[in-house]
Every structure is written in structure tokens, then in C-alpha cells.
């Protein structure tokens, strides 16, 4: 069964899931429209939020430093009540990304929050991490994200994208 359309633009889902065995990056839906394919993958994603909730919080965290000029925090305690969550994340080993216009549930454009300055050893994540993604989904996802590295320079890596494109 898949998430239903009313689900999807009332709730903020946390999306876990695994790029080959490079890395997990979490994606927090903010009431966006998901790709269908995705949508599909209910019970699976939740299943891998239960498993990545039980991880550890043991790695040092780094916080991307244009999210001022992306979301225009009102204040600092803005901006550390919408770090917490991301925080938590990152410290899990878990790249964490954030839908950047929530008011636009079409909108495509995510952002990096936060991540592990030392993620996961690529070689010990299938063993470490039960989490399961469909390889489809996680190789138009890394596309994504290596279209953003092939254009790379320091503030691109910081901007919004479309991580969920061609889904």
C-alpha cells in the first residue's frame, strides 16, 4: 500500500535510504508530493526509520553554512529548533536533507541540513545497516547527487537541488 496523497501533504515524513553501499541519507518530505515510486515504499520506509532510530549518535556533525541565506531564520533560537532534528540525524552517520520551500508541495528543491564529518566505512555498511532501498531508487538518487558534485564548487554544495529527480 502506498502513502496516500492527503497522507503526503499533511505529514513531514523522514525518508531513510541507502545509495549502494556508500552512504544513507535521510530526506524529510515536509508535505511534499513524493515521485510515485517512492510513495509505493511506505511500509519499507517506515521500516527504516525503526532501524536507523536505533543507531547510535556517535559521529561529529557539520551543518550546512548557507542555511540563513536558503530558509531566512527569523533568529538563532529559529534556526537550533530547526537544526535539532537534523542534528540528532547526522550524528547517526546519516546525511540529512530538507525540502527547501515547504509552502510548495510541488517543489522540487531539497537542501543538505547536516551530516557526519566522518561517515559510515563504506565497506562495513551492509553489515552495519539492515536498511533496504530499491536499486532504481537509489541510482537516480545518486545521479542526483553526483549531478551536484560534477558542478561542484563550495556553494553549490551548499544550494537546493532536485535530489528526487527522474524518480
Known amino acids: 500500500m502506498a502513502y496516500e496523497l492527503t497522507y503526503l501533504l499533511t505529514n513531514d515524513i523522514d525518508i531513510f535510504l541507502k545509495i549502494h553501499d556508500c ?19 511506505d511500509q519499507l520506509l517506515i521500516r527504516n526509520k525503526s532501524i ?19 530558509l531566512k531564520f527569523k533568529n538563532a533560537q529559529e534556526k537550533d529548533r530547526y537544526l535539532t532534528d537534523f542534528i540528532r540525524i547526522a550524528k547517526k552517520g546519516i546525511f540529512s536533507f530538507d525540502k527547501t520551500i515547504v509552502e510548495d508541495s510541488t517543489d522540487p528543491f531539497y537542501h543538505l541540513v547536516a551530516w557526519p564529518k566522518s561517515p559510515f566505512n563504506p565497506h562495513k555498511l551492509d553489515e552495519l545497516l539492515p536498511i533496504e532501498t530499491p536499486e532504481y531508487i537509489s541510482s537516480k538518487i545518486e545521479n542526483n547527487i553526483n549531478e ?3 558542478t561542484f ?9 532536485e535530489l528526487l529527480k527522474n524518480i
Not at 23 to 41: C, D, K, Q, R, W
Open 23 to 41: 552512504f544513507i541519507i535521510h530526506i524529510a518530505s515536509a508535505g511534499a508530493i513524493l515521485p510515485t515510486e517512492l510513495a509505493a515504499l
Open 148 to 150: 551536484l558534485f560534477r
Open 52 to 70: 536507523v532510530y536505533d543507531f547510535d549518535s556517535v559521529f561529529e556533525v557539520q551543518i550546512n553554512p548557507n542555511l540563513q541565506q536558503l
Open 153 to 161: 564548487n563550495r556553494d553549490s554544495l551548499f544550494d537546493k537541488f
